[in-house]
T-cell receptor, first 115, second 111 residues
Framework: GAGVSQTPSNKVTEKGKYVELRCDPI?????LYWYRQSLGQGPEFLIY????????DSGLPNDRFFAVRPEGSVSTLKIQRTERGDSAVYLC?????????????FGAGSRLTVL | QKEVEQNSGPLSVPEGAIASLNCTYS??????FFWYRQYSGKSPELIMF????GDKEDGRFTAQLNKASQYVSLLIRDSQPSDSATYLC???????????FGSGTKLNVKP
């Protein structure tokens, strides 16, 4: 697509529930990133995919968080047993595969509220 | 954890003035440096990037990089009320594709 698409734009859930957030990157972009942004903070790195594999998942806060990108395009961030502290905007970004001019283009984000 | 530090602001400047935004980073191995603008409730959008010491100009924006001092800045000339936003500094590690963000500086341009 023309830009990075994220769904849903807003998700309200109850503590303990399971949530999936979807990201459709720019067509042809091989790198895909997930970030989390809390109010008043900068984006916090979660995980980065190069193609289908997670190249770096060191930012995932704990084992309740998991992300997949099975065909090297769309990615899904999965959060199990949600907690109130998971409330944030989850940003997806994509980038061409590499090179010195590697830049991130962000989607509009998915705002997650855990009640 | 790599650190990217920014003054949270708010930085207030009158319309038409030069706004100067600053960022320091902890990792000397950092390779590329980015400035993103984020309007309230919106996602970050890229303004410009720089990877060589010195200045890089793009319209009203100038990025300045000093690797020895681990310092990068963004100058906005002829500031407009529409420039009012939070400006995020981001740093990319050398040989890695991970980007670290500062917490942003809020800029208010007063008409």
């Amino acid at each position: 697509g023309a830009g990075v698409s994220q769904t849903p734009s807003n998700k309200v859930t109850e503590k303990g529930k399971y949530v999936e957030l979807r990201c459709d990157p720019i067509s042809g972009h091989t790198a895909l990133y997930w970030y989390r942004q809390s109010l008043g903070q900068g984006p916090e790195f979660l995980i980065y995919f190069q193609g289908t594999g997670a190249a770096d998942d060191s930012g995932l806060p704990n084992d309740r968080f998991f992300a997949v990108r099975p065909e090297g395009s769309v990615s899904t961030l999965k959060i199990q047993r949600t907690e109130r502290g998971d409330s944030a905007v989850y940003l997806c970004a994509s980038s061409p595969g590499g090179g010195q001019d590697l830049v991130l283009t962000f989607g509009a984000g998915s705002r997650l509220t855990v009640l | 954890q790599k650190e990217v530090e920014q003054n949270s602001g708010p930085l207030s400047v009158p319309e038409g003035a030069i706004a100067s935004l600053n960022c320091t980073y902890s990792d000397r191995g950092s390779q590329s440096f980015f400035w993103y603008r984020q309007y309230s409730g919106k996602s970050p959008e890229l303004i410009m990037f720089i990877y060589s010491n010195g200045d890089k100009e793009d319209g009203r924006f100038t990025a300045q990089l000093n690797k020895a001092s681990q310092y990068v800045s963004l100058l906005i000339r002829d500031s407009q009320p529409s420039d009012s936003a939070t400006y995020l500094c981001a740093v990319r590690e050398y040989n890695f594709n991970k980007f670290y963000f500062g917490s942003g500086t809020k800029l208010n341009v007063k008409p």
